[in-house]
């Protein structure tokens, strides 16, 4: 009874939404029958963990895919090409979660050199000023618990990562093997400018505008593939928490947990939007003129 009347669902259904929307201004999610705890302070102690990884996933992506790409399309048709090709169709053929496991399988048991579980060893003990434990450790001045934590991090995020590497590296080859085409990149090489100018000042900046929008897209969905990721590495993330209330049918940290993911993914979008704004300069000029 107490429970129905904390949740208001004798009201009518308008009512009720309205005094979720009321709470939701506060940042009051209510309190998470699981933890019994209120869900901000659950979210506080778990989404570090999980932006963290999927921030770190996506410094693999960006910087693994994009010059894997850039390099297959300077040496289109040769062995580099086909080689990098078949390894981004390997990349994009499974789920993250799939990865997960082999990569696991691989490198921390039959050739154990990752650990499979967890942030850290436990012997560190490191404040938690912002919840990022490379960033904490930095701010500690430990160098050898910010390596370890690196160490933990780089499987998961890597796991969480092969896909859009995969995806990345076969955009942007793409959009640079039409942009090899164009007039303006053929005069360039009518004036002899290197092979590595061309690739990186000419080819490279106007075909990652296109590639942006995919990879941003990828850069979000990561926190969805975060769930089973974060469950084969026994990740203490968000969506490990998710999980556990899903499975409890914590009806308030459901909610919070889903509103928390749908608000990053919008905030996601917005930054791939306004970064293709300022690498392009046509929608600049074009929002300019159209004001």
Known sequence: ANLREALHLDDPVVVQYGHFVADLLRGDLGVSLYTNRPVTLDIAQFLPATLELV??????????????GMWSARYRGRWPDHLIRVVS???VSAPSFVWAVILMLLFAFFLPVFPIAGRITDSFEITRVTGFLLIDTLLARNGA????????IFLPAFALAVSGIGQAARLTRANMVETYDRPYVEMAQAYGFSARRIAAKYAFKPSLI???TIIGLDFAAMLGNAFLVEAVFAWPGLSRYGVAVILRKDLNAIIGTVLIISATFLIVNLIVDLLIAFLNPRIRHSERGAS
């Not at 410094?59 to 894997?68: A, C, T």
């Open 55 to 68: 921030l770190f996933a996506g410094v693999l992506m960006v910087g693994i895919g994009l010059p894997l």
């Open 89 to 91: 169709l390997l990349g």
């Open 145 to 152: 618990a910010f390596f370890d934590a690196l160490w933990h």
């Open 210 to 212: 296109p590639s942006l």
